[in-house]
Each structure stands twice: as C-alpha cells, then as structure tokens.
C-alpha cells in the first residue's frame, strides 16, 4: 500500500499493479456453461438468424424486464440506428451532448441532426426545463440517455414528449437491470435500448437490444434488423443486418445467470470506494440512488480542482503510472467533438454544465476483476497524491513523468 509520495510511479517508484488494470475488463459468467453452449450451436450449425439461443436470450430479457418485446442487435450502436429509423426520428432530435459519441452518430448517420442539450449536473442527465428550451418545429423526439445506469427524470421528459407530440426514446446502454421508481428501465418512453458490449457489466461479446411496449414499432425493427425480409424471397421494405449471433446470445443467457453476482460484486466496490474516498475533499463519489434497483457499473469520480488543486488530467496521470488506466468518459462532449463541433460553433446554447462535468469526470476500475484490496491500493494512491499535490504538480510540469 502506497502511502508516500516516492512511492508513486510518478516519483520512480514500481507501479502498484503489474498488469494493467482497465475500466471496462469484460465480466465472463459460468465459463463451462458458455463452452456447453457453444458446443450445442456448434453442433447444430445454426449460428444466426433466428436461432434458438437468439430466441430465448430475447424471451428471457423481455421477462426479466415485464417488457413485451426484446429485439436482440449486433450491437448497442445498430440498435440505436434501428429504433431511431423505425420511430420516425426526423429533423432534430434532442439529446445530451455528455454521452458516449455512439448516441448523436446514430442520428447523424441517418442525415438527423442531433440538437445537444444540456445536463443536470447532479444526475448527469438531460435537463427537463433545457429541452423544452430546445424545441423547433422541427424536432421530432427526445432521446434520453440513463448515463452511468442512472434514470433520466423519465417523468418530467414523458411530460415534455406528450405535450409537444414528439418520439421520446432512451439510450439505457447502461442500465440494464436498473429501475425508475420501481419499474425495470425498459418499460419508458417509445422504446429503450441496450448495448451488451464486452465493456458493460452485462455483455454479450458486441451486442444490443432494443425494448418496447409497442406492437407495431416492435414488427417495424424486427423486419428493419433483417433487411425487410417477411420470407425467403419476399423483402417489402429497406432494412440492415442488425442480427445477433448465436455466440452472442450463447454469452448473453450465460451472463444472465450471472447477473446478480455481477452487481453484487459492483454493489460491493461501490461501497469499497465510498468508504476508501469518504473523508477526501474535492472528490465526489458519483451517489447511485441506493432507492431504485442499480447495477453499479461505473465507478465516477469528480474531481474538483479548486479544492483538490490537481486537475482530473493530472490525477488521470498519477493513476496511469500506477498501470491503473482510468477513464474519463465522455471528454469533451460531443458537440466539442466532429463533426459536432464545426456546426455547434454557430449555435446560440452553450453547455456549461455538460462541460464542466466532462471536465472533471474520472471513471476507475471495478468489476468481477477488481477486489476491495485493488480498491483499497487505487484509493491510498489518490490521497497520497492529493496530500502532496505541491509535489506531484510540480513533478507533472517538468514533464519527467510523463507516461
Ligand atoms: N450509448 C452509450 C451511452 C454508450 O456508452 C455506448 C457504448 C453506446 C451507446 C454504444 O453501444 P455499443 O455499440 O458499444 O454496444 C467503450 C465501449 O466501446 C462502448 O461500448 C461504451 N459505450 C463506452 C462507454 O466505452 P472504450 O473506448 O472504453 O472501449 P474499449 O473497447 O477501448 O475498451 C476499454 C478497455 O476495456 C480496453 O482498453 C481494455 C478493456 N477491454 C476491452 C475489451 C473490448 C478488455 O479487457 N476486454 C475487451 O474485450 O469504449
């Protein structure tokens, strides 16, 4: 345990981890099952399109969920592209510019210009009031987005998009098995989709799902996922390969068995870290609302610079020298990002909120690899470097530890 300054790698001291410790290392579940499985697909040579595990991963997600449908993709970005394309997004669509880039290409990649809203810098969720600020005659929906399994304030939003008839879909990427005032996230808004990355807690090697309530929009993104096919010669509208492969759900109804020792491991960090950082000036622990049903995936710190005096960047460095590689999603926004950027130029709303969250955000490590001792090690480093910032500035300016 680390608890000098020398003792830092920045300083030349051996990093505390031998191997690289990443946000995002992917949870596997009952590996002998997962091999099980893929012996059975292997057997049967049916490795996509409709297959039987395809089937039942969808039946099981839509069950643990009360959702009615549950369309499985090939992954979170093509599931967003999907239920946008099969909602009749057109125009602009309002969304968070503090989410992963994939949100606002999804619409862009459909000639629908995103119209970045800001956030709430509590929840770091879409603003009610802003997007009301935001609406033209030619928007057509509201995409909201649970960042860090957090629920937007659906309610307020649900309000917004019924009283100015716009689409309201959420990005849940990452919140699955989470909940909004009781009820499972999937059961919002026109539809909800999922991403099952090999980086989400839950995952299905790449892979997504869209959810929904509604018949016709469920029928729409099932003929969309399979290029407009109603049978083997018969296409009656454009669609795209959206399919899961059986592999994927294969590892998807192998996680599913796993999925409550998978937050609990989560729920068992996030309380590591709580304990570790309590007492820490500067750094915010991202506060899980404990209430509704969480799977604390993310690990987010902000950092505060005018209190703490080292910059998220710098700390950033600290805990890179360390082979700890923290994160700070989503940096710098995406309406600072391209092409965003060179067309919000010209527009009126800045994003104060989303900035400087997106300034001070750090993600660390936690997961089925990450125990309470690496969190108790990642924690001591922190506050070392914090209680001699003087130093560690210092030494980061010279440039001689620069990794
Ligand atoms: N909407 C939101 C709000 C999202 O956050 C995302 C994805 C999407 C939509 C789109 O869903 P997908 O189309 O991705 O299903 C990651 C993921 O690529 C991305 O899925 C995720 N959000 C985003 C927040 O984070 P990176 O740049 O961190 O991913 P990557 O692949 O560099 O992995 C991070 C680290 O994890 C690696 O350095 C090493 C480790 N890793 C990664 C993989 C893939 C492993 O140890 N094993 C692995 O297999 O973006």
Redesign the pocket.
């Known amino acids: 345990m680390k608890s000098s300054l020398e003792q830092l790698a920045i300083f030349g001291g051996v990093p505390a981890f031998q191997e690289k410790l990443?946000?995002?290392?992917?949870n596997i579940g009952n590996r002998e099952r997962l091999l099980e499985r893929i012996n059975q697909l292997l057997d049967r040579k049916w490795l996509t399109n409709g297959g039987p595990f395809e089937q039942e991963f969808e039946e099981r997600v839509a069950a643990l969920l009360g959702v009615r449908h549950c369309i499985s993709i090939c992954?979170?970005?093509?599931?967003?592209e999907i239920a946008f394309r099969a909602s009749g997004l057109t125009g602009e669509v309002i969304v968070p510019s503090f989410?992963?880039i994939?949100?606002a290409h999804?619409l862009q990649w459909q000639k629908i210009t995103p119209v970045f809203c800001d956030i709430d810098p509590h929840t770091h969720t879409l603003d009610p009031a802003k997007v009301e600020q935001l609406i033209t005659t030619r928007t057509s929906g509201i995409v909201g987005?649970h960042?860090w399994g957090q629920s937007c304030d659906v309610k307020a939003l649900t309000d917004i998009a019924g009283r100015h008839e716009l689409k309201l879909l959420f990005?849940a990427?990452?919140a699955f098995g989470c909940s909004y005032e009781g009820r499972p996230i999937g059961n919002f808004g026109d539809a909800e989709?999922f991403?099952?990355?090999?980086?989400?807690f839950f995952n299905t090697?790449?892979?997504?799902a869209i959810v929904t309530n509604d018949d016709a929009l469920a029928a729409a993104v099932r003929l969309m996922r399979n290029f407009g096919f109603t049978g083997y010669d018969d296409v009656i509208s454009v669609g795209t390969n959206g399919k899961m492969s059986e592999i994927s759900a294969a590892m998807g109804l192998t996680g599913l068995e796993s999925l409550e020792d998978f937050i609990a491991v989560n729920y068992r960090n996030y309380k590591c870290y709580q304990q570790e950082l309590a007492d820490l000036p500067g750094i915010r622990l991202f506060p899980h609302n404990e209430s509704q049903r969480g799977n604390y995936q993310y690990i987010v710190l902000e950092i505060d610079q005018a209190v703490t005096q080292i910059s998220r960047d710098r700390l950033m460095q600290v805990l890179w020298a360390e082979n700890i590689?923290a994160?700070r999603?989503?940096y710098p926004g995406c309406h600072r990002m391209e092409p965003y950027s060179s067309h919000y130029s010209d527009a009126a709303q800045p994003l104060p909120e989303t900035e400087k969250i997106a300034d001070r955000v750090l993600c660390l490590p936690t997961g089925m690899s990450v125990t309470p001792t690496d969190i108790a090690v990642i924690c001591r480093i922190i506050r070392t470097a914090i209680q001699g910032v003087d130093a560690v500035n210092r030494r980061l300016e010279t440039g001689a530890a620069r990794i």
């Open positions: 990443h946000v995002g290392r992917p992954s979170g970005t093509v599931a967003l989410t992963f994939a949100t999804a987005v960042v990005d990427a990452h989709v991403s099952f990355h090999a980086t989400k090697f790449e892979g997504g590689l994160r999603y989503f």
